[in-house]
């Protein structure tokens, strides 16, 4: 796409699933990105599938900021600059409240809210400095409805779409764009974080009947990068054609 070749694009969670795919497009298309992620083993064997350097892949948890600011100073380093940068790292541990999962409850705050956090915070000193960039956060259909079960998902989806929302209002000065992708069912790992008795089973059902691959993702991302400086597609919200929630 016009608009993508030559972006400097630093992803987390990166090494599978919705990450990996849109690195697999960004890459395609003349982008150059900078992939994070927790398993290194995954990292360098997409970095080797698409033919990047050792340089493109940093070994990165969201939970610890000074990792996600080590990942963004890569790609500065390596390239000199950001354009996009992609909080897509995730978990999705669904759970009545009543089972008192707590520190499945803990870890969904830190990597799904937390994570978004760092990664603005790494990313936004260097665009600022350039008054250009755009940084996507990654949501959920489970961002605007609530299913029983997913009440501490939602609710970080949900604290994701208004972080999203500030960085649009705040950050205009600095010509810096704010979108945020809300998938349903995609074909990735996020489901296998779901370990509650009998949610299991219910999730691994749901995304058998409806997800759609992640491909489907990399395109809606790769639309709003596309776009020229003086358009800022907020948000994209998409599900299955036959996905009813």
Known sequence: MQGIENKVVVITGGSSGLGAETARHLVWAGAKVVLGARR??????????????????????????????????RAIGTHGRIDVMLNNAGVMPLSPLEMLRVDEWNQTIDVNIKGVFHGIAA??????????????NVSSVAGHLVSAGGAVYSASKFAVRAISEGVRKELKPYNI??????????????????????????????????????SSFARCALFAISQPEDVDINEILFRPTRQEF
């Open 123 to 136: 990313a936004l000193p260097y665009m600022k400095a350039q008054k250009s960039g755009q940084i996507i």
């Open 177 to 214: 764009r704010s979108t945020i992708l809300s998938p349903g069912a995609v074909d990735t790992d996020l489901p296998a974080s779901t370990k509650a008795e009998g949610m299991t089973q219910a999730m691994q059902a749901f995304y058998e009947r409806n997800a759609i691959p992640a």
């Open 40 to 73: 290194l083993d995954r990292l360098q064997a997409l970095a080797e599938e698409l033919g990047l350097g050792a340089e493109s892949i940093v070994q990165t948890d969201v939970v610890h900021l000074d990792q996600v600011q080590a990942l963004v100073a």
